[in-house]
């Protein structure tokens, strides 16, 4: 089973970006569980609802949440088996658990899903 | 974007009560659908995958169903471990979207 554990600054300046890894773990990952996945970020505000923010695929190719598109980057780093997320000029409104998760797909099932997930992190975006 | 809607936001029900949650796009998502259950704390859980489909470890009293537009995640018993709060998430076009959530909370 994949775990997944997300790691980062708590704490982040209004203006500033915000940066987290997820990394990526377990005894049936290997190399070629990368293609298995779509890695992703979501967010969900304390007491609110989720968000996604965006996935990244092994190759680089990314799609993010056109609502977040200008201020989002996810990139990759297979050999450490992480993916990572930043999301730039930061306000209050960006203070969010943030989770990580697979995009999980299976030939011949319609559609797609988010499991696992990470435990989840807390970035509070405060001066 | 597909605009998620659930209803009730709440409810509270008792061990053993039958309970339906029904949640709604904006537009048909045919059954690309997918329910998540989320205790305070922790991250969300895979329920079900596409409208019905069981993910592997959740008991059976889950069940889902709908297609379309119009979709219900029901708990045919529900036990003192099911008090949580429950999002259904549309997969069929990005962004990706959730419900705003059902809270399920002891009478």
């Known amino acids: 089973q994949v775990q997944l554990q997300e790691s980062g600054p708590g704490l982040v300046k209004p203006s500033e970006t915000l940066s987290l890894t997820c990394t990526i773990s377990?005894?049936?990952?290997?190399?070629?569980?990368?293609?298995?996945?779509?890695w992703s970020w979501i967010r969900q505000p304390p007491g609110k609802g989720l968000e996604w923010i965006g996935y990244?695929?092994?190759?680089?190719?990314?799609k993010y949440n056109p609502s977040l598109q200008s201020r989002v980057t996810i990139s990759v780093d297979t050999s450490e088996n992480q993916f990572s997320l930043k999301l730039s000029s930061v306000t209050a409104a960006d203070t969010a658990f943030y989770y990580c998760a697979a995009r999980t797909m299976v030939r011949g099932v319609p559609g797609d899903w988010f499991d696992p997930w990470g435990q989840g992190t807390l970035v509070t975006v405060s001066s | 974007d597909i605009q998620m809607t659930q209803s009730p936001s709440s409810l509270s029900a008792s061990v053993g009560d039958r309970v339906t949650i029904t949640c709604r796009a904006s537009q048909s998502i045919s059954t690309f659908l997918n329910w998540y259950q989320q205790k305070p704390g922790y991250a969300p859980k895979l329920l079900l995958y596409?409208?019905?489909t069981l993910q592997t470890g959740v008991p059976s009293r889950f069940s889902g169903s709908g297609s379309g537009t119009d979709f219900t995640l029901t708990i045919s018993s529900l036990k003192p471990e099911d008090f949580a709060t429950y999002y259904c998430?549309?997969?069929?076009?990005?962004?990706?979207?959730f419900g705003p959530g059902t809270k399920v909370d002891f009478k």
């Open positions: 990244i695929y092994y190759s680089g190719s990314t």
């Open positions: 998430q549309q997969s069929y076009s990005t962004p990706f979207t």
């Open positions: 377990g005894d049936s990952f290997s190399v070629y569980s990368w293609s298995s996945y779509y």
């Open positions: 596409a409208t019905s």
